[in-house]
């Protein structure tokens, strides 16, 4: 299984909501990601997390807040977004040996910010 | 990590190879070369990497100059389905971040 799931793949939310976003593999992988990407433009790295901790914090607003509850799941729950977060985000995975430049990309969730 | 610089966009025939180039001119000796490629409404796939060699597989080759500050991404007989965003990215062996520059936008055409 070389798969990194994504649900939910489209999110329309309020600015008051609160929402999470989920992201699973089982390819054992110890290194999870979770990338935004806005239109037309690369992706841009917002968390690291190494053997379930956060390692790399991308100097992302408050209002994004990542999860790690075992080394297959990843979570990013989201509280008071503003329409410029509207956006498409994405989970990475990759082993800790290398090539650890080796990713695995899920198909993404795309998220609109009303 | 080092920049990279790709051309915007590029247009190649189908069937024909496709030929990528990256320039990297400051990239250090720990430092790999990766591509991946991101197809419209996907995430971005992983293609290949390589630190001086060249390589070689099912996708694509990866030619690397002698002097490391430029490779060339080959796809040898280029499809519809290899229209995407390719990126080419130099990461410092065993750092965490992977950081995608602009990409070049290679259409194939019929």
């Known amino acids: 299984d070389t798969e990194v799931t994504q649900t939910p793949k489209h999110l329309v939310m309020g600015m008051t909501n609160k929402k999470s976003l989920k992201c699973e593999q089982h390819?054992?992988?110890?290194?999870m990601y979770w990338y935004k990407q806005k239109a037309k433009k690369p992706p841009e790295l917002m968390f690291v997390?190494?053997?379930?901790?956060?390692?790399i914090n991308e100097s992302v607003p408050s209002r994004f807040s990542p999860e790690c509850p075992n080394s297959s799941l990843l979570n990013l729950h989201l509280h008071a977004l503003q329409p410029e977060d509207s956006a498409l985000y994405l989970c990475?995975?990759?082993?800790?040996?290398?090539?650890?430049?080796?990713?695995?990309f899920g198909s993404g969730t795309q998220l609109s910010v009303l | 990590d080092a920049k990279t610089t790709q051309p915007t966009s590029m247009d190649c025939a189908e069937g024909r190879a496709a030929n990528l180039p990256c320039n990297h001119s400051t990239i250090s000796g720990n430092e790999y070369v990766y591509w991946y490629r991101q197809i419209h409404s996907q995430g971005p796939q992983y293609i290949i990497h390589?630190?001086?060699n060249n390589e070689t597989n099912e996708m694509a080759s990866l030619i690397i100059t002698e002097d490391r500050k430029s490779s060339t991404l080959i796809l040898p007989h280029a499809t519809l389905r290899d229209t995407a965003v390719y990126y080419c990215?130099?990461?410092?062996?065993?750092?965490?971040?992977?950081?995608f520059g602009q990409g070049t936008r290679l259409t194939i055409n019929p």
């Open positions: 990215i130099v990461r410092v062996e065993g750092a965490q971040k992977l950081v």
């Open positions: 390819m054992g992988h110890r290194a």
């Open positions: 390589g630190l001086k």
């Open positions: 997390y190494s053997y379930e901790k956060l390692s």
């Open positions: 990475a995975s990759s082993p800790m040996t290398e090539p650890r430049g080796k990713l695995f």
